[in-house]
């Protein structure tokens, strides 16, 4: 679209006045941003992780809105005040807290470009949040005598129980710790400590990001254990002593190390 600049300038002694037609040119897209698809929701303690796919031919100009209420909607203005969530274009998923357990919640995801269009709203999905349960507690509901509980650490760091590194970690305890004596003293020794630990770190982002650092080591060791057992942790160790041992000698030769060591023990033998 254009228009036209109308600019008027007077002379000061005659008074006349010229009048000078500039064209100016400006973008607007009048075309409101497509509806997000796949929309997913799953809850978990008083979360709700939204998850949809990108609208990648658009990603620089929009940002996505996530709607929520405990009544289903179509519009925006259903939406009760302050229910909204708003992330760039790069995202494609958002975390909804501080949510009311047992309530039915109705979620949607939609577009606002820079122009300050709207897109259409996503279909409602649904979610519960629910009061988050370890399968070890419900075990022991059950009538079971081990000791088990919530991946309390894991769960502060990453700040979501269904976090995929903190199932790793679960299935890992599960199947790897649990059976053996060994392993299941070790359950019993975090879960001593463990509710301690997370209360230190669950309020304070600089310690989840270095407890998530601290964990990205052992999530690769559960998940490899877990899933080709131990010949696959036989394998990674082998692979990573390997890896070191040949970044020394490389690091080792690039300082002189070799030569250094022959000269000084010719000296020595003199």
Known sequence: DSINLYIYVAESE??????????????????????????????????????????????????YQIYYSTQPFSDRSEVPSGNVVTVSGAKSSATLQDLEVGVEYYVSVGAKDIFDNLGELSANAVATPIETRDGFEAY????????????????????????????????FRDT???????GAAFVDFYYSYGPY?????????????????????????????????????????FALSYSYRTVRRSVNHRIGVPQLYVELSRRTSR
Request: glycine fraction near 6%; aromatic fraction near 10%; charge should be negative.
């Open 14 to 63: 005659s008074n006349d006045v010229d009048v000078v037609t500039v064209p100016v040119e400006f973008e607007y897209d009048y075309d409101p941003p497509k509806v997000p698809s796949s929309v997913t929701v799953v809850a978990a303690g008083e979360t709700i992780d939204v998850s949809w796919t990108k609208l990648s031919d658009e990603e620089d100009d929009i940002n």
């Open 140 to 171: 022991k509901d059950a009538g079971g005598g081990e000791d088990g509980g919530f991946c309390f650490v894991a769960t502060a760091a990453y700040g979501s129980y269904i976090h995929p590194h903190v199932a790793i970690l679960r299935d």
């Open 176 to 182: 790897i710790l649990m059976p053996s004596d060994l």
């Open 197 to 237: 630990w997370a209360e230190l770190i669950v309020d304070k982002e600089p310690l989840r990001s270095l407890a998530r650092v601290f964990l990205l080591p052992w999530v690769l060791l559960a998940y490899v254990t877990v899933k080709f057992g131990a010949v696959g942790l036989c394998m990674m160790v």
